[in-house]
């Protein structure tokens, strides 16, 4: 009864390993990304149809542009990771100024504090295994 049971444990633990994803973390889609700052935007303001509208507009062509820059980079870098890593961090805060910029131009200047302090650090996706522990700021 004992090998049974433990049988079937060593089965299930096994299965449920198996069904887990690579290592837990998936890249959103630009329109992922845009859906996910409007609905945050959206809750917390309570902006109108047409400022959401021209966010999401702008929020995607951004979000597409970055990940083409990204892909570019990645593509050209060679063996140098060095300079990649460089390159891509000052895109990426580039991309993350542009991404300011537009939230701006939707909000006044105190819902633009209040998202830059409360509402965006809780946006950071976090990774799998983490548990409370503290960890370093997402890039995106």
Do not use: C
């Not at 700052?37 to 999401?56: E, G, M, N, P, R």
């Not at 991309?95 to 819902?111: N, T, V």
């Amino acid at each position: 009864m004992k090998r049974l049971v433990l049988s079937i444990a060593i089965v299930f633990v096994a299965v449920a390993v198996q069904a887990q994803p690579g290592n837990g973390f998936t890249r959103r889609t630009p329109e992922e990304r845009a859906a996910r700052i409007h609905q945050k935007l959206d809750s917390a303001f309570k902006l109108d149809a047409s400022k959401l509208a021209t966010l999401d507009t702008a929020l995607t062509v951004l979000f597409k542009t970055q990940d083409a820059r990204m892909k570019e980079i990645f593509e050209n870098a060679g063996d140098d990771r060095e300079a990649m890593r460089e390159t891509m961090m000052a895109e990426r805060k580039k991309f993350s100024d542009a991404e300011d910029e537009i939230i701006k131009m939707m909000l006044s200047e105190d819902q633009f504090n209040i998202w830059k302090e409360k509402i965006l650090p809780t946006m950071r996706q976090q990774r799998p295994g983490s548990f409370g522990r503290p960890q370093r700021a997402a890039q995106y």
